[in-house]
């Protein structure tokens, strides 16, 4: 009897050590994630501000993809589906674009992909590029909301003239001309919320995506410009732009409407040593109070801000750095200088490098005003060995694109006291004002 109850215990505590295994593991593994969670918070809290943005952006997208899987899991014979992982290009939209403005926001539309037909979970954007609708194969969208924007040049902005969200085949939606249209799989419920938070007076902004075709032909100077401040055709040839209200390429918005007084031309050329640039200004004044100590301000009154970049702005390269807010790649490989050239109050002719590798500007400039004429010539050449870094400086010899931007500050005496700053810019700021979109450049095509 004895063995008999020995027996019996035995068998009962081997059961309740089983069980008992059992509930550890489970307990195991979800102290695991806990852990982890912990670890990657601890993580994010020593990142600088950058990483913090750019684990934001990775945990919500993590958090969106999960999501969307587990609502697409119908009992416990389907899998879940593999979202499609976002790029770094997004679409805010809002008043204005400004340099706080993040892919995780919640005005923001993160993107998958651009210009590619579309799988389940895709955010998607197309452009003219794409053909003149989203048609393509067998999709008809109906999973999906489309939003299509269009430039409006009253506005100087891209706006809102459609949203579907319904379960309608969407296929035949036109892609305009100057604009984009975003397709947004209903899996990514986060980014579809945010269709919420748009207003019909709303602008939107594509980061890392240039919609406007800034592309210029340069023909190669057969004699370099004389760099005194006059600028005409016969060195230069054609201008790029003329500068008014109505050029679809520029941007008054920070004029008051139907006060746009001041006007402009841009030309270059280039030649194996340098890029030459002369932009006219016509304005009834010129107002720049720095000097040598202070030209580093003198963004705030009247100067030309000009960008040289190394490689096309559609480039593989830019794709991939275009957003200076949150990475510095570009600037920090010599790939994009960023200058200013101005004419001081006392009649001197003043520079700054704002960005790139050093600050030194080994080339030349030479502005001047005609007061009478109510117009400012700016004429400068810009080595191209300022680009790239000192042991390996930047050459075009086998380049058959090159990028640059430009953008005319105008901030004169009442609109210093007011508190205003102004500018003529390309479309989207040109990568320049507002934020150093490195995208919105213009394509320089080198001719013969």
């Known amino acids: 009897m004895k063995k008999f109850l020995a027996f019996l215990l035995m068998f009962v505590m081997v059961f309740t050590f089983t069980a008992c295994g059992g509930e550890d593991t489970e307990t195991s593994s979800s102290s695991g994630s806990q852990a982890t969670s912990s670890a990657a918070s601890q993580t994010s809290s020593k990142a600088t501000s950058e990483t913090k943005s750019e684990a934001s952006s990775n945990a919500s997208q993590a958090q969106s993809q999960a999501d969307s899987s587990a609502d697409t899991s119908s009992g416990t014979s389907s ?106 799989s209903k899996l990514q419920k986060s980014e579809i919320a945010k269709l919420k938070n748009i207003k019909d007076s709303d602008k939107f902004f594509p980061h890392g995506v240039r919609i406007a075709d800034l592309t210029v032909t340069l023909k190669k100077a057969t004699k370099a410009p004389t760099i005194d401040g006059k600028i005409n055709a016969n060195e230069y040839g054609t201008a790029l732009w003329k500068i008014d209200e109505k050029n679809k390429f520029w941007d008054y918005s920070q004029f008051v409407k139907d006060n746009y007084y001041v006007k402009g031309e841009v030309y270059a050329t280039y030649d194996d040593n340098n890029f030459y640039l002369g932009v006219i200004v016509d304005s009834p004044e010129h107002y720049n109070p720095v000097t040598e100590s202070t030209k580093s301000g003198m ?137 150093n979109d490195w995208s919105k450049g213009v394509t320089v095509v080198l001719g013969k």
């Open 79 to 184: 899998s879940p589906v593999e979202m499609p992982k976002f790029t770094n290009k997004f679409v805010s939209f809002g008043a204005d674009v400004n340099v706080q403005i993040r892919a995780t926001d919640s005005t923001s539309i993160r993107l998958t992909k651009i210009n590619e037909p579309v799988v389940a979970g895709d955010v998607a954007l197309f452009t003219k590029s794409f053909g003149a609708s989203l048609k393509t194969g067998t999709e008809t969208y109906k999973d999906f909301a489309v939003l299509v924007c269009t430039y409006d040049h009253s506005i100087f902005g891209y706006k809102k003239t459609s949203l579907v969200d319904d379960e309608s085949d969407k296929s035949a939606t036109a892609i305009p001309a100057d604009g984009f249209v975003i397709a947004i």
């Open 299 to 435: 963004y705030q009154y009247y100067c030309i801000q000009v960008n040289l970049y190394a490689v096309d702005p559609l480039s593989d390269y830019i794709s991939e750095h275009f957003d200076h807010v949150i990475d510095q790649t570009a600037f920090n490989e010599g790939m994009i200088r960023q200058y200013g050239f101005g004419l001081s109050d006392d009649g001197e002719t003043l520079w700054v490098v704002w960005m790139g590798v050093d600050k030194n500007f080994t080339g030349q400039a030479k502005i001047t005003r005609d007061d009478g004429a109510q117009k400012t010539y700016y004429e400068v050449a810009i080595p191209w060995s300022e680009l790239g870094k000192s042991d390996n400086p930047f050459s075009i010899k086998g380049v058959d694109k090159v990028g640059f931007s430009v953008s005319i500050n105008c901030t004169n005496k009442d609109d210093v006291a007011e508190g205003r700053w102004k500018n003529l810019k390309l479309r989207d700021g040109g990568g320049i004002i507002g934020r």
